[in-house]
């Protein structure tokens, strides 16, 4: 098993920066990634940034330049410095890590609010 935990959100001005964290506790060795997804109000759930087991990253289109996916393999914690935050980044942002075999565990997700 494996519990995430996020921290960190909160409400800022259009052009500021959040950074938020995601706390990883349990069996982490056998994990092929982790990442971040949000949900804005009214809509689906959008993938937003990912790191592999491997080291590579990848981004939404909507984020890259702006975010950056990051971990502390010591703190078992991984981080998502969101910059020029825009108000349509709004939402609840949650992390998420993916095993070989079964469902993908989740936070409990934390609340990002971009105002204009």
């Known amino acids: 098993q494996v519990q995430l935990v996020e921290s960190g959100g909160g409400l800022v001005q259009a052009g500021g920066s959040l950074r938020l964290s995601c706390a990883a506790s349990g069996s982490l060795s056998d994990l092929n990634a982790m990442g971040w997804s949000r949900q804005a109000p009214g809509k689906e759930r959008e993938w937003v940034a990912e790191f592999t087991i491997g080291g590579s990253t990848h981004y939404a289109g909507s984020v890259k330049g702006r975010f950056t996916i990051s971990r502390d393999n010591v703190a078992n914690t991984m981080y998502l410095q969101m910059n020029s935050l825009k108000p349509e980044d709004t939402g609840v942002y949650y992390c998420?890590?993916?095993?070989?075999?079964?469902?993908?565990?989740w936070g409990q997700g934390t609340q990002v609010t971009v105002s204009s």
């Open positions: 998420y890590a993916i095993r070989p075999i079964g469902p993908n565990y």
